[in-house]
């Protein structure tokens, strides 16, 4: 555990690649498999679950340090980050020498925590607290509650494990993808053995677009050289036929085939061996359908016959990776598209719900922009941009594939109510929320929490602290005054909001001081968005 925290510590003292790279090698090269595997099971998201709820740590780390309750949400309110907090009012303690246990000691008591009473969870807590110093109790916090952000991305931890191992940093990301846990694998099957059988599963890395830059036809070379599709507003998916098996996997390394039943149809016209790429799309009477749609789907547990009526799905299919058993990412994408076409074109998609996403060819950049502009109509984002010729790469690479998407909507809103940041941020109030007219009245529709400079950050934030109505915990309302242009990528009429309204991605564009409150927009201006 030592180690494991000084890594951590040297993690968030940089903000250098190199660095981070350079300690995280380090620490692959000498740590024992246990520990390593863990590290990486933590730092690709795959935490164990929460043992304690957080309102218990609250009151026994109150207990230990002899302060009120409401002096430590105070102080969490300030410092923005609950393991820090505890890290913070517990007795300090300079050496740990007591505690000699690694890392992975640590995660199977604290995985086994789970099952243990209340009473014996508390003195576990208590035992573990006292015995570590300052940062090595901040990472047992933060092995607790689950919420390990530290700036290192999974690429960057792959590139120095890779430096570690020398193996390829490609066939490292591949090995990583899929449903594996520390509890079920080791570091040698895992990372340096080569097993056929956990392969049947298993997703590749997807491979994700830049958006494009100012300018950006200059660069790009001869329009002909790219092919257009629109960019779908759904759920980045891999549908894997193997073995006489469908596997759905999220662009985020979620197994969600029991959320998609309807592509169990695809066995019966998909051969073994097939790995498609798609967009996972609502389609409610033969046409797309909005994002929320999808919304309702994604969180439930259990998907009753209604809901699926209600909210069918279909594979908006791009790419093909595998065919045959064989990987073709490295073919050109017009030639992984010409076989995915022929698979495609020879199945019934209404019955099946496989659908093709249309390529497009343009001889000149204004031909593209005037297809983008019909984005709305057909439910799209915008463009996606690919070179003919380009391999299916690994993570996000400049170069061959771009996304052009449509500019945002835009309101002019009014600042109601404001909360603390996180992290650097956790001193000042930058969690915004906005309101629009309504019948004399400002209706909240929206929260946003970034789009301004640091400096306006902070003179926001005074402002608040002079203008606040009243106090609600963390939160505050003000005295409206200010008026912000709010930009979002998408709307929808909802029932889950109090303004009837849903946006996707709402953020501050820019500080609206030339405008008084009495110009903001109305909810009926917001509405009016909602394509028709």
């Known amino acids: 555990m030592k180690d494991f925290a000084k890594l951590i510590k040297k993690l968030d003292s940089t903000n250098k690649t190199t660095e981070k790279v350079a300690a995280l090698t380090a620490y692959f090269q ?16 795959r935490r164990p679950k929460r043992p304690v709820n957080t309102s218990l740590l609250r009151i026994w780390a109150t207990e230990i340090s002899g302060i009120p309750l409401w002096l430590f949400e105070e102080s ?31 995660i199977l008591e604290i995985i086994e925590l789970r099952t243990l009473p209340e009473e014996e969870k508390k ?17 047992f916090n933060k092995i607790i509650t689950g919420s390990f952000r530290i700036g290192v991305s999974q690429k960057l931890m792959t590139r120095a494990l890779s430096k570690a191992t020398e193996i390829d940093e490609d066939i490292l990301a591949y090995k990583l993808m899929g449903d594996w846990t520390p509890q079920k694998t080791t570091f040698k099957k895992l990372i340096l053995e080569h097993n056929e059988e956990d392969y049947l599963s298993k997703p590749y890395p997807f491979y994700l ?12 070379g001869s329009i002909t050289d ?27 390394e979620e197994l969600v085939t029991d959320k998609y039943p309807e592509f169990q149809k695809f066995l019966s016209v998909i051969p073994n061996g097939t790995v498609i790429d798609g967009e996972i799309l609502p389609f409610g009477n033969g046409e797309i359908g909005n994002f929320n749609a999808l919304q309702t789907r994604i969180g439930r547990k259990n998907l009753s016959k209604a809901l699926l009526e209600k909210t069918p799905v279909i594979l908006n299919a791009y790419d093909l990776l595998e065919w045959n058993g064989e990987d073709i990412r490295q073919l050109p994408f017009i030639e992984r ?15 099946i719900g496989v659908y093709l996403s249309e390529t497009m ?5 204004e031909e593209a922009a005037a297809e983008r502009e019909l984005s709305l109509e057909k439910r799209s984002e915008g463009l996606m941009l690919k070179r003919k010729d380009s ?8 170069g061959d594939w771009w996304k052009w998407k449509i500019d945002p909507f835009t309101i002019d809103a009014v600042l109601t109510y404001a909360m603390r940041g996180h992290g650097r941020r956790a001193n000042l109030y930058t969690d915004y929320t906005f309101g629009l007219w309504h019948e004399g009245e400002l209706v909240t529709f929206a929260k946003a929490y970034s789009g301004l400079t640091d400096a306006e950050f902070r003179q926001v934030d005074a402002w608040i602290k002079r203008n606040t109505l009243e106090r609600f915990g963390p939160v505050r309302s003000v005295t409206p005054h200010h008026v912000f242009e709010i930009a979002f990528e998408g709307i929808a009429e909802s029932s889950r909001h109090k303004s009837g309204v849903a946006t996707r991605f709402p953020r501050i564009l820019r500080w609206r001081k030339d405008k008084p409150i009495e110009e903001a927009n109305t909810l009926d201006d917001l509405k009016a968005l909602i394509p028709k």
């Not at 000498?30 to 998201?45: G, Y």
């Not at 003195?123 to 901040?138: I, K, P, S, T």
Request: hydrophobic share 40%.
């Open 337 to 351: 598209r010409k076989i995915l076409d022929r698979l495609i074109q020879g199945i019934n998609s209404l019955e």
């Open 123 to 139: 003195n576990y807590l208590h035992e573990n607290w006292l015995a570590l110093n300052y940062f090595e109790r901040f990472v």
């Open 30 to 45: 000498m740590a024992n498999d246990e520990d390593k595997l863990w590290t990486i099971a933590i730092l690709s998201h």
């Open 391 to 398: 391999p299916y790469l690994v993570g996000r690479k400049k």
């Open 209 to 220: 677009a830049y958006a494009v830059e100012d300018n950006f036809q200059e660069d790009l």
């Open 76 to 106: 969490y309110h300030i410092v923005g980050d609950l393991a820090e907090t505890i890290a913070l009012i517990l007795p300090s303690k300079e050496y740990s020498e007591e505690t000699t246990k690694s890392l992975s000691q640590f």
């Open 226 to 252: 790219w092919s257009f599709e629109h960019k779908w507003d759904g759920i980045r998916s891999q549908v894997i036929i193997r073995n006489n098996e469908v596997f759905v996997w999220s662009r985020g």
């Open 361 to 365: 060819s343009f001889n000149t950049w």
